[in-house]
């Protein structure tokens, strides 16, 4: 049986640094703590973590994901914020950056308070889409069928991958000017699921793992509301096109196998599967072996550990 999740993570994203990434998974969070350089009339400060205190986009130490400081962006929604000082609300998709390669960070970009003393609410989700000028309740979404390893146990191809959401969180604008405002924070909720596939064998090059599924595991697009909120349970993607139930994960170039378990990180639509099966290519055959997914489906936010040796698997017919 595909094993459970062995940790869950916080969201960032690619190899060894990034504020995403593994799954942090709960009801959002808030983080406000004061700053004291920050005024009403300065753009509004945001802080970003995973749902979990261990991980996102960049994965590292087999559970944890972190922001990539200087490139990770996140897209910021807020009905009540303004894009200007002598704009006019809203302020939706607006770019922000991650300062820290880090579980948390700091993000700058440019959205202002709105009404003195209002009520404010912010959204975000990662990574950030430039061509979306919508609102907050049709964010675009996929998960492609086809991935890419560059390499044993390298996970750097996970973050882009790694779509999450943040919100909502309620915090009220300064009243004057002159008042001390707090910083908004975020946490950040893993939308898919993970699998790392440890596998070991004795010589064969392994240069492609495929997972077949009896619901899809992939789409190459579909929307998502980032305002929902999903408790426990998985989020909701609506018009979800060119559904797959298959997902491949291939090596750049072949890897060998040996009794030291390579892994190789696929992400998926999570959801019930009621059959799976696992194929291999290996010196140039494709090999296949059936696999119990778990009872309960696989879950947003976790990662799933499956142990194979490439001798257990048999030739496809």
């Known amino acids: 049986m595909i094993g459970p999740l062995h940790t869950i993570m916080k969201f960032l994203k690619h190899t060894e640094t990034a504020v995403l990434l593994f799954f942090v998974f709960a009801s959002c969070t808030p983080r406000n703590t004061p700053d004291p350089g920050f005024t009403a009339m300065a753009p509004i400060s945001f802080t970003g973590s995973t749902e979990?205190?261990?991980?996102?986009?960049?994965?590292?130490?087999?559970?944890?994901?972190?922001?990539?400081?200087?490139?990770?962006?996140?897209?910021?929604?807020?009905?009540?914020?303004?894009?200007?000082?002598?704009?006019?609300?809203?302020?939706?998709?607006?770019?922000?950056?991650?300062?820290?390669?880090?579980?948390?960070?700091?993000?700058?970009?440019?959205m202002y308070w709105g009404e003195a003393g209002a009520e404010h609410t912010f959204y975000a989700y990662y990574p950030y889409d430039s061509g979306y000028s919508g609102g907050p309740t049709a964010v675009p979404v996929s998960l492609s069928s086809v991935q890419f390893q560059s390499g044993a146990n390298n996970s750097s191809h996970i973050g882009p991958l790694d779509f999450m959401v943040g919100g909502a969180v309620k915090v009220n604008a300064p009243g004057t000017p002159g008042q001390v405002a707090e910083a908004v924070g975020l946490t950040f909720h893993h939308v898919f699921a993970l699998i790392e596939f440890r596998i070991t064998g004795s010589g064969e090059q392994l240069s492609r793992v495929d997972l077949w599924g009896s619901h899809p595991l992939g789409f190459s697009g579909g929307t998502i509301d980032i305002t929902q909120d999903p408790g426990a349970g998985n989020y909701t993607i609506t018009d979800k096109v060119s559904t797959s139930t298959k997902m491949s994960v291939?090596?750049?170039?072949?890897?060998?196998?040996?009794?030291?378990?390579?892994?190789?990180?696929?992400?998926?639509?999570?959801?019930?599967?009621?059959?799976?099966?696992?194929?291999?290519?290996?010196?140039?055959?494709?090999?296949?072996?059936?696999?119990?997914?778990?009872?309960?489906?696989?879950?947003?936010g976790q990662k799933y550990v499956v142990t194979l040796d490439e001798g257990d698997f048999e030739t496809a017919t």
Do not use: C, H
């Not at 929604?77 to 880090?102: D, E, H």
């Open 250 to 300: 291939t090596f750049i170039s072949p890897i060998t196998l040996s009794t030291t378990p390579v892994s190789v990180f696929m992400m998926i639509l999570p959801g019930t599967q009621e059959t799976s099966r696992i194929e291999i290519t290996s010196n140039g055959t494709l090999k296949t072996l059936t696999k119990t997914p778990p009872a309960g489906g696989f879950m947003r």
């Open 52 to 110: 979990d205190p261990a991980s996102r986009t960049t994965l590292r130490d087999e559970t944890r994901t972190y922001w990539k400081g200087g490139s990770d962006q996140i897209g910021m929604f807020s009905a009540q914020g303004r894009t200007s000082q002598g704009g006019t609300p809203p302020a939706y998709n607006v770019p922000f950056t991650a300062q820290n390669s880090a579980s948390s960070s700091a993000f700058t970009g440019s």
